[in-house]
């Protein structure tokens, strides 16, 4: 069945650095690609996507990039804050007519000013 | 403004009471889904809708029951069969032809 695998975290990193979070999938067909973000105590937000090979989503100077070949979608941010300190979730939706999100487990990230 | 709202946003159960979760969606979206989200685990889905008057099971059914009565509204019945209840619930919807799911602001229920 479909999955996705991210990177276990916390992640720490102090203000300004540069952020990677990893997120590899598993799915037949050509799915469509998500990253969420959660706050404490609130639900998902969907923070990009990307709906075929090779599309970059980008929003809040956070890019990913769909990459069949290596079947990940890793998410980067050239400079994070302390308002960036969440958990993120990669997400996957298979194509061919209605199919359920599947999601990763989410990183933690933690920013220090 | 368009959204789902979940309520209450905390709710305390004591064992062997059943309890419903309230989700409804003003998007007009067709598909609604409930998952169930543990300290530092991913979201695990109990149970999804496709459409009204028909839902099917996830991945963790067991316990929970729901129904689709109405296009706008999910609601979830943690019954006493659910073994440990204690966690954070998330409702979400999608229009069948946009791919993204929206989220609710959750429930957090606790078994006393």
């Known amino acids: 069945g479909d999955s996705v695998t991210q990177m276990e975290g916390p992640v720490t990193l102090s203000e300004e650095a540069f952020l990677t979070i990893n997120c590899t999938y598993t799915?037949?067909?050509?799915?469509?690609l998500f990253w969420y973000v959660q706050y404490p105590g609130e639900g998902l937000q969907l923070l990009l996507k990307?709906?075929?090979?090779?599309d970059k989503g980008s929003n809040k100077g956070f890019e990913a990039t769909y990459r069949k070949e290596t079947t990940s979608f890793h998410l980067e941010k050239g400079s994070v804050q302390v308002s960036d300190s969440a958990v993120y979730f990669c997400?996957?939706?298979?194509?061919?007519?209605?199919?359920?999100?599947?999601f990763g487990t989410g990183t933690k990230l933690q920013v220090i000013p | 403004d368009g959204g789902i709202t979940q309520s209450p946003k905390y709710l305390f159960r004591k064992e062997g009471q059943n309890v419903t979760l309230s989700c409804e969606q003003n998007?007009?979206?067709?598909?609604m889904y409930w998952y169930r989200q543990d300290p530092g685990q991913g979201l695990r889905l109990i149970y999804y809708?496709?459409?009204?008057?028909?839902?099917q099971k996830g991945d963790i059914a067991e316990g929970y029951s729901v129904s689709r009565e109405k296009k706008e509204s999910f609601p979830l019945t943690v019954t006493s069969a659910q073994k440990n209840p204690t966690a954070f619930y998330l409702c979400?919807?999608?229009?069948?032809?946009?791919?993204?799911?929206?989220f609710g602001q959750g429930t957090r229920l606790t078994v006393v």
């Open positions: 979400a919807s999608s229009k069948e032809e946009v791919t993204e799911a929206f």
């Open positions: 799915a037949t067909g050509y799915p469509s």
């Open positions: 990307a709906t075929k090979a090779d």
């Open positions: 997400a996957l939706r298979a194509s061919g007519g209605y199919q359920k999100v599947t």
């Open positions: 998007l007009n979206h067709d598909a």
């Open positions: 809708s496709q459409i009204v008057n028909d839902f």
